[in-house]
């Protein structure tokens, strides 16, 4: 039942870069499905990137393929390397842990950090 705390948030250019962290306070379980979520104002959480801890296996949203790149930043800490920022990434991020391989939708997701603010300026 880790509990999880994102951070790296900020300001940023579009074109730019920025590498978010989720530190779980307690273990990650190999079973486990990490993920990242954000939400825009006034529009709904969205899913960004999965990540199964057992093998390192990831997921993505179309709108970020090939710019976002999920991984494990150690023990019980899972990243998003964001690259190629555009200013429609403007979101709080959030983490979370799922059972489920592939899950996407935020109510198959536990364990909510309270988020970061990434913001891409034009």
């Known amino acids: 039942q880790a509990q999880l705390v994102e951070s790296g948030g900020g300001l940023v250019q579009a074109g730019g870069s920025l590498k978010l962290s989720c530190e779980a306070s307690?273990?990650?379980?190999?079973?486990?499905?990490m993920g990242w979520f954000r939400q825009a104002p006034e529009k709904q959480r969205e899913f960004v990137a999965g990540?199964?801890?057992?093998?390192?296996?990831t997921y993505y949203s179309d709108s970020v393929k090939g710019r976002f790149t999920i991984s494990r930043g150690g023990v019980n800490n899972l990243s998003l390397q964001m690259n190629s920022l555009k200013p429609e990434d403007t979101a709080v991020y959030f983490c979370?842990?799922?059972?489920?391989?592939?899950?996407?939708?935020?109510?198959?997701?536990?364990?909510w950090g309270q988020g970061t603010q990434v913001t891409v300026s034009s």
């Open positions: 979370a842990r799922s059972s489920q391989y592939g899950a996407t939708h935020p109510a198959e997701f536990r364990s």
């Open positions: 307690g273990r990650i379980y190999s079973s486990a499905i």
């Open positions: 990540y199964r801890w057992r093998d390192g296996s």
